[in-house]
């Protein structure tokens, strides 16, 4: 069925005095608001022919059953959907396995003396001219970006 085997015209005006007869037992029902209310949705499929708006409609509900019918009755479509969440399956697991292996590279990352962790407090010094200790600084590796903020998580005790 194509948009011109239907007569619109008689059909859009019956949509109109009928829903404007409706709209005239809202008024005597439930008052002014809703019996204007039914009166302005009673005047669109009417509004809708005479503007050419009804065959744009028309178009676009074709496009849409087309595409649902096209999308559930095609068996290369239901492939394409099946691909797309594998695709989508894979991107997760990659990243979960990436977050896995970046978490193993820190916690096993080697230290200058061979430990597998940093430690807790600084490292002190004795001075040889007053005998107190003082807090010595410690190199960190030159490519370490994160190791700040890995100290600032420790000291709170977040790791």
């Keep these: 069925m194509t948009f011109t085997d239907i007569a619109w015209l008689p059909l859009c005006?019956?949509?109109t005095a009928v829903g404007i007869g409706l709209s005239y037992l809202a008024f005597r029902r439930r008052g002014v608001t809703a019996g204007l209310r039914a009166t302005a949705w009673s005047l669109l499929p009417l509004?809708?022919?005479l503007t050419g708006a009804l065959k744009t409609l028309w178009n676009i509900g074709a496009a849409v059953v087309g595409f649902v019918t096209?999308?559930?009755?095609s068996p290369s479509v239901w492939a394409g959907v099946i691909l797309a969440g594998l695709s989508a399956l894979l991107f997760v697991v990659s990243g979960t396995l990436r977050g896995r292996v970046l978490s193993r590279a820190?916690?096993?990352r080697p230290?200058?003396?061979g430990a597998t962790a940093a430690p807790e407090r600084?490292?002190?010094a004795k001075t040889?001219?007053?005998g107190k200790t003082v807090p010595q600084q410690v190199e960190k590796p030159a490519g370490d970006d994160f190791?700040?903020?890995e100290d600032i998580l420790k000291r709170r005790g977040i790791s």
Excluded: H, K, M, N
């Design 106 to 108: 820190r916690t096993a």
């Design 47 to 49: 509004a809708a022919y």
């Design 70 to 73: 096209g999308l559930v009755l």
């Design 147 to 149: 190791s700040d903020i």
């Design 13 to 15: 005006a019956g949509l």
């Design 111 to 113: 230290e200058a003396g």
């Design 128 to 130: 040889a001219q007053t």
């Design 122 to 124: 600084p490292a002190t």
